[in-house]
């Protein structure tokens, strides 16, 4: 079993959608989470963090964790062609050493 | 822009050569992470650096080596390159060891023939 999966895509939607991003972990020792947008032949670019169950608000992002079923996802409202991209899912693992676990990443196009 | 630089941006080499990349920090950051992102991946922990010292280490083999300078800059030292080393190494510094958030740098892309 992977440490933290998610879907691969593509994922398309149309301009102005919510695209839904999700992400699951494996240990459940995890603390912090974080998701990466990755444009194509560019570094990941952080965009969100979160660390206690719920939701957390970012302009057009929502995060949302639920650490009972170790699950984590990222809501994009308004969806705009630039949002097309591959968002990456990270995972702070306890245990001193502090290593990010990245998933694949899940590659979303937004279609004007 | 992170203020995370690395060198060179684009590398070419063959298989059994060595390679040496370099990173610079983000000012007043003291720790450096390195990772590895092969096509279609997300990026795997090679290892972390805190204070000039080796402070964890992901499931690379020991010809992955690195330092940290007093300046807090890195490099990343690759022997015997095998052709599965070709990636995108991505640098990331961090305010301390277990701060929260890294900052990744533009990354050198590798390229073993």
């Known amino acids: 079993q992977k440490e933290v999966e998610q879907n691969s895509g593509p994922l398309s939607v149309p301009e102005g959608a919510i695209a839904s991003l999700n992400c699951t972990y494996s240990?459940?020792?995890?603390?912090?989470f974080f998701w990466y947008r990755q444009y194509s032949g560019k570094s990941p670019e952080l965009i969100m963090s979160?660390?206690?169950?719920g939701d957390k608000e970012d302009g057009r992002f929502t995060a949302q964790l639920n650490k009972a079923s170790q699950y984590v996802s990222l809501l994009i409202r308004d969806s705009q062609p630039s949002d097309s991209a591959t968002y990456l899912c990270?995972?702070?693992?306890?245990?001193?050493?502090?290593?990010?676990?990245f998933g694949t990443g899940t590659r979303l196009k937004v279609l004007a | 822009e992170t203020g995370v630089t690395q060198s060179p941006t684009h590398l070419i080499k063959t298989r059994g050569q060595q390679v040496t990349l370099r990173c610079s920090s983000q000012?007043?950051?003291?720790?450096v992470s390195w990772y590895q992102q092969a096509l279609g991946q997300g990026p795997q922990f090679i290892f972390q650096?805190?204070?000039?010292?080796?402070?964890g280490r992901g499931n690379f083999p020991p010809r992955f080596s690195g330092l940290q300078f007093p300046n807090y800059s890195s490099e990343l030292n690759v022997n015997a390159l095998e052709l599965d080393d070709s990636a995108l190494y991505l640098c990331?510094?961090?305010?301390?060891?277990?701060?929260?958030?890294?900052?990744f740098g533009s990354g050198t892309q590798l390229s073993v023939l």
């Open positions: 990331a510094s961090s305010l301390q060891s277990g701060a929260e958030k890294l900052f």
């Open positions: 240990d459940r020792g995890s603390q912090s």
């Open positions: 979160i660390y206690s169950n």
């Open positions: 990270a995972v702070n693992t306890a245990g001193g050493t502090y290593k990010y676990i």
């Open positions: 000012s007043g950051h003291n720790t």
């Open positions: 650096y805190y204070r000039e010292e080796e402070n």
